[in-house]
């Protein structure tokens, strides 16, 4: 075994998230995708540093895990505000925009 | 006199990590049985969490796979990403995910229901797709790499901690400052967001104009008299008395006015001092 299998991990990690994105309706389950993306993509930066044997790597995560958690805190913000305006989490029923 | 504990804890202290003079890095079968247990165990979370139709139990999938990948950083070489991992995101954003599903979108589940016609295979077969192209290319690709391995940076100057600092306050100095801005951002947006105007509700009412309503009203201002105030008696028959001797009509109870007086006659002898006194024997029984 070498560090390689964790990029295989990361990589099916980061597929699934990607369906889950496209398919689930919830806006928050969509939000948990993206956020498993995030860390997916997070696994493969540190195993980069590991190969590299430098810790850029592992720096770049920790920005990453930074930016997730702010963007998080705004994301769910905005679904609770657009969840009291129409009374819906869903993201099929934003479509004023639609026509 | 000096403790032997506190002697072992100094030399602790005083201890270095010694440099490891390890060049190439190696997977010990350990780390491999490791990742075997947790790299499925992370896999098996994201596609519950893909596959739940309630958004609790996605979420708790997910929590899931954040630990196992939060392990998998440490085993990683990694520890303080590892614990950063379990803390900041299965702690605090999956436990926020949580109280906003509660308050939000939990009964909210997913409509069956396919808004554009096939977009769920459609979806599928790209993910799967990507990923076969991801893991196709990865997997040959980076077969003969030679992981370097972070025993230099993880045991000299500090550990991985101490180098992790380093490395953000020079060479990633400016993204760190950037990084408050971006915090500060953040927070300023989401109270923004999160804040519910008074527009539905009218406004309290202020003690003052309270006041002034109730005198603008014409009504009676102050309390209503209670009933039985006065020294003899504290009982609801008995009517507060005015500064003139006369009965506060206001203080009367309007259940005992309108019941008949004979059924209240002893009541009101007692009041009056004629009827019924206490008796000191009585409570002796019948030798008095």
Known sequence: MTPTYYLLLSALLFSIGAVGVLVRRNAIVVFMCVELMLNAVNLSLVTFARINGSLDGQVMAFFVMVVAAAEVVVGLAIIMSIFRTRRSASVDDSNLLKY | MSLPAVDVLSQFLAQQPEPVQRVVDTVTTGEAIAFWVLGPLALAGALGMLFARNAVHSALWLVVTMLSLGVLYMIQQAPFLGFVQIIVYTGAIMM???????????????????????????????????????????????????????????????????????????????????????????????????FVGRDGKPARKTQKELVEERFQEGKRVGSIPGPGVFATANSVATPALLPDGSVSEESLFEVIEATDSSTLSDDLAEVAGTGHQPDSHALKGSES
């Open chain 2, 96 to 194: 926020l995910f949580l109280f906003v599903l509660m308050m939000v979108g939990r009964d909210s589940s997913d409509s069956v229901v396919e808004v554009i016609r096939g977009q769920r295979l459609a979806a599928a077969l790209l993910g799967i797709g990507f990923a076969v192209l991801m893991v196709g290319s990865v997997g040959r690709a980076l077969t003969s790499v030679q992981s370097k391995g972070l025993a230099e940076a993880n045991t000299t100057n500090g550990g991985n901690v101490g180098n992790i600092g380093t490395k953000l306050f020079t060479d990633y100095l400016f993204a760190f400052e950037l990084t408050s801005a971006l915090l500060i951002t953040a927070a300023l947006g989401a109270m923004i967001l999160a």
